[in-house]
Structures are given as C-alpha cells and as structure tokens.
C-alpha cells in the first residue's frame, strides 16, 4: 500500500463536483480502500444517506445501500485521526477499527473526537457544493437536525485525477 503523496479524487454530484486531495503518510489504508472501490465503481449511483445540521455539520455518504448500515464487506483498523474544520472528508464508523467504505464531508466546523480516520481536505469550492446540498436541510428521521439529505445528494461516479 503506497503510504507517500498525494492523490485527489473527484466526486461527481448531482449539486456539482467535489475535489477531494489526500495524503497517504496519515491514513494509507484508507486511502487505498477508498482508490479501490472507486476504481471497482462502488461509490457510482449512490446516495448520501446522512446529513447533519446541528452540533456538527457533516455529509455521510459511501453506503450504496442508502441505509447507513452498509459497506464493502470487510472493515480495517483507523489510521490517523485530527480535528473536523471545514474542508475535512474522514472515515465513518461504528467503533474503534470499523472503518469500511462510508465516510463524511465536513461543511462546516464540527467539534467531534479524534476518532475517526481523516481521508483528506476539500477545496473551498467543493465546500460551497456541499453547503448548497446541505442549506434545505434533512429529513429530521434522526433527530432534529441529523437525518436524510432533502436535497438531491447523489454520486454519479468518483474519479481520481
């Protein structure tokens, strides 16, 4: 698993695109499962499934079943964690080393603990996309606040450039 560099991965969403760069040095194991089943088109046709609109601000995505419950398969041990600005894309989970395939986009800064594997950073334009998915709110299914996305969320395919 290369553990040095950077590569940057495109999200095509239905809002428009995001750029996703990541540093191999602190999650190498993320980051090849995440170039893995982009390649494998797993994340393609997919929808977020979560989103959050108190306390933290985050867009869950990754899980082609749209439930939350789902995943590759197979799960790894977390890789470096950090802090949640704005910008920051890391690994969902449910639990110490259940890492799979779902992870979050950070739109705006959430106080969470350095539990979870930080994947990389979006650029400012890609925060504004997903700001713009996130302004109409969710559902509330969860909570007030934390449900599914009202608007459209979806990703139509991941590229890595």
Do not use: W
Request: proline residues 7%; hydrophobic residues 35%; charged residues 15%.
């Amino acid at each position: 698993v290369p553990s040095q560099g950077e590569v940057t991965f495109t999200l095509d969403m239905a809002a428009g695109p995001v750029t996703i760069t990541m540093d191999r040095a602190g999650a190498p194991c993320a980051i090849n499962s995440f170039a893995s089943l982009a390649e494998q088109g797993f994340y393609d046709n997919t929808q977020c499934h979560r989103l959050t609109t108190e306390g933290i601000f985050v867009l869950q995505c990754g899980d082609p079943s749209g439930t939350g419950r789902g995943g590759p398969g197979y799960s790894f041990a977390d890789e470096e964690g950090g802090d949640y600005a704005a910008g920051t894309v890391a690994m969902a989970n449910a639990g110490p080393d259940t890492n799979g395939s779902q992870f979050f986009l950070v739109y705006d800064d959430s106080p969470l603990p350095p539990d979870y594997t930080v994947l990389g950073h979006m650029d400012d334009a890609s925060i504004e996309v997903v700001k713009q998915i996130a302004a109409p709110g969710s559902d509330n299914a969860n909570g007030p606040g934390d449900g599914q996305p009202i608007s459209d969320a979806t990703i139509t395919a991941v590229t890595q450039e």
